[in-house]
């Protein structure tokens, strides 16, 4: 990631090691006793990288799932940047969190934010989710509005000419996004905005449609 951004965007600003490590060991310091709860709602849901004992479906008061990061490396380019989620205040989200035994979570979190906090787009908070009858404070990552890639509530058409235009070392954020569907919907998730999107996507570049069914 540090790499890719130095060769496509040799401006953006990056958070050291140091910087990235201490940003985690101020976090920890507020960590609940016991194992860590991690919320996913993006690509988390599909690729969460760390190791974990359990998941379980939860939601999150407070704040709503929403195309509003810029990607000019992962999912664009400087020129022709792309979309990625990111939590928004307000409203609620639903996704999959995940435990991390208490005695490896600061090494699988610093691997996580690797890839996350590398550019200083996200902050990341605990926040209390309801995984069915029992509260978990968990760590997510909350958008940063301060942030230059911070989007905002964009138009869905500007969300769809990023989502079928724009590409990056990762790919597409059209895959971003199916892919994301496709993880919320085998814990028995529908978010009706992502399912919007998706249907909108599918219908002007229906090959798309036949690469995700390749992947089940």
């Not at 490590?21 to 920890?28: E, K, P």
């Not at 479906?57 to 407070?62: N, T």
């Not at 934010?113 to 590398?118: C, D, G, T």
């Not at 235009?165 to 814990?187: I, M």
């Amino acid at each position: 990631m540090r790499t890719m951004l130095r060769a496509q965007a040799p401006d953006a600003r990056m958070l050291s090691h140091a910087d990235l490590d201490d940003s985690l060991h101020a976090l920890l310091q507020d960590k609940p006793p016991g194992d860590v709860w991690l919320f996913g709602y993006g690509s988390l849901v599909w690729n969460p990288i760390v190791h974990h004992e359990e998941r379980r479906i939860a939601r999150v008061h407070g704040y709503h799932r929403r195309f509003c990061l810029w990607s000019r490396v992962g999912r664009g380019t400087p020129d022709k940047p792309g979309l990625v989620l990111g939590l928004d205040a307000g409203g609620c989200c639903h996704g999959v969190a995940f435990r991390i035994a208490a005695g490896h979570a600061e090494q699988e979190l610093r691997l996580l934010w690797r890839r996350e906090m590398v550019t200083g787009s996200y902050c990341p908070r605990w926040v209390t989710v309801s995984a069915g009858d029992t509260l978990l404070t968990a760590l997510t990552f909350i958008i940063n509005r301060r942030h230059p890639s911070y989007a905002g509530k964009l138009p869905v058409e500007t969300v769809l000419h990023a989502m079928t235009t724009a590409r990056g070392y990762l790919g597409t954020p059209a895959e971003y996004l199916l892919e994301t569907v496709r993880g919320l919907l085998e814990h028995g998730v529908r978010d009706p905005y992502l399912l919007e999107l998706r249907r909108r996507v599918l219908a002007t570049h229906p090959e798309l449609g036949s690469a995700e069914m390749r992947q089940k």
